[in-house]
């Protein structure tokens, strides 16, 4: 009996963990569970999407699409308080994973670098704010409240010592806070009418890749994760946690669960029941891997995107908020870091480094990557 007890707490908190990591699926839940009418609107929403890519097989972007964001950092205290530039490294971050311009691109095993995806969906922190003044795209609250929950979205609130939202129809809102125990973010996937809460919330520990940033989550792929959400991906493994569920993506691999820290490929291969040598998409922005092991949305997630745009977030494609564009910064790694594993081309995990004539890929937990050939 007692270690049937231990088993429960243990499996108890394996669950817990993995509500926590990303908060959007429990906070969907929380959603419909106070308004059951989300749940028929998200149905619908869901009809119309595959409309659109059952009628748009051939659909190829004219223009590239760009968000204009705004970034509402809600601190208690001046470390809370991130600098401008920590906001514009995740701009950087956004841009870079979403335009599949992100260094480690070349750590997508070959099985999958046909479907890896230029999403051809830019960000720009929004030049033009709600009155029509010139902005940054950055606002700042100092607020009594020393952390934010996802119950009851206080951060998104001026009255509960956030921030109100700027317009939810022209603007993706990403509200930056401390949102304490082991959350890292969530998001508002669309589902119809635009509420005062649609956006993305970050914990300003995870956001950007510089200032306040927390190994193993420091390179922003928290909120690529969360953006994708926002534009109405799921998880690799579908609503729910564990389930072998349906992301409603078709080039993506069944996947039975979600993966931490950095696995080797392939990685739970044939799971589900299928016949999958090639394993889980571990890399997949969707997925829970450390940051610096992500690097690749699929042409079927990108599809999903631009449908839910279409569908859902129309301003998006129409609009003068970003000014002259968007600008990259480049990362400079004056750090230290350390070697999590060596790989070949193919992303399996080498343990032999002393190979002649032979391309390997050495991975470091700061997310960079060096390629190595040692010559005879």
Partial sequence: MKRLFILIILLSTSTMFAQERCGTTQYLQMLENSKPEIATKRAKLEKDIQKWIKENPDYQQKTIITIPVVVHIVYASPQQNITDAQVQSQIDVLNKDYRRTNIDVIMTPSVWQSIAADCEIEFCLTSTDPNGNNTNGITRTQTSQSSFSMQGDPVKDASSGGKDAWPNDDYLNIWVCNLGSSLLGYATPPFGNIGSDDG??????????????????NKGRTTTHEVGHWLNLEHLWGSGWGSCGNDNVNDTPTQEEENYG????????????TTNSNGDMFM?????????????FTQGQKTRMIAAINQSRQNLLNHNLCGSGTTFIDEVNTTERTLIKIVDI???????????????????????VEKKIRIP
């Fill in 200 to 217: 993305v919330v970050i914990g300003y520990n995870y956001f950007g890749t510089q200032g306040t940033v927390q190994s193993p989550y």
């Fill in 262 to 273: 950095c696995q080797a490929f392939p990685h739970n291969a044939n799971s589900c029941n």
């Fill in 284 to 296: 997949n922005y969707m997925d829970y891997s450390n940051d610096g092991c992500m690097n690749m």
């Fill in 346 to 368: 193919l992303g399996k995990e080498v343990t032999n480094s002393l190979q002649f004539n032979k391309a390997l890929f050495y991975i470091f937990d700061d997310g960079s």
